[in-house]
């Protein structure tokens, strides 16, 4: 089981502080898609630069281009890149194509998909790295909780991986790693704690 640290509520800057605290913590560092959206992929290119040996997860929630999405977040230095799982499935098998050619990886975001348990299916079968469980913030402010979800996909998976993001605290991480993904996401859980590095410390006495 890994733990992925999601960067969502910084800049460039502060991703790269933030990564120095509590870096040896966590396997892999999403750039999340705010950050994206607002400083584009030399965010990905600059915390790589930084830490080199670090795996990037770009968040890019790729709906279209599949394959060339993943080859430009692949040169700035991403490991692995998200797509939605309501992309059309030529798209996610341009990015899936283009991931292995290149030996990163893709991870499918599952926010908003209704048939959990046909698309995880379909997924699987287009040969994706990651499937991901994903209560997004409007979601955590309803009150959605992940854990049934993540045991529809792990049910109808046989190849890909599972992951899991969306609001997860030291006071759930127990639940969720009783279900047994091979990716926790953590975001504020770390970054908005008053002490980061005991936080990060405590997920990976947790997760590991």
Wanted: proline residues 2%; hydrophobic residues 50%.
């Amino acid at each position: 089981m890994k733990l992925q640290l999601a960067l969502d509520l910084v800049d460039t800057k502060g991703a790269i502080e933030v990564v120095k605290e509590v870096g040896e913590y966590v396997d892999v560092v999403e750039i999340g898609t705010p950050v994206i959206i607002n400083e584009g992929l030399h965010a990905v290119k600059a915390v790589k630069d930084a830490f080199p040996n670090i795996d990037i997860l770009a968040d890019l929630k790729v709906m279209d281009a599949g394959a060339y999405e993943v080859s430009v977040a692949a040169k700035a230095g991403a490991s692995i890149v998200t797509i939605l799982a309501a992309a059309e499935d030529v798209t996610i098998k341009g990015a899936v194509a283009e991931a292995k050619k290149l030996g990163k990886q893709i991870l499918v975001d599952m926010i908003a998909v209704k048939d959990l348990a046909g698309r995880a299916k379909e997924l699987d079968a287009l040969g994706v790295d990651y499937i991901c469980v994903h209560t997004g913030y409007d979601g955590q402010a309803e009150g959605e909780n992940p854990m049934a979800a993540l045991k529809v996909i792990k049910d109808n998976v046989k190849n890909s991986k599972t992951a899991v993001a969306g609001g997860i605290k030291l006071d759930t991480i127990e639940s969720v790693v009783a279900a047994k993904p091979d990716l926790v996401i953590v975001g504020g859980g770390i970054t908005g704690a008053d002490d980061k590095v005991a936080a990060a410390k405590k997920f990976r006495e947790l997760v590991k």
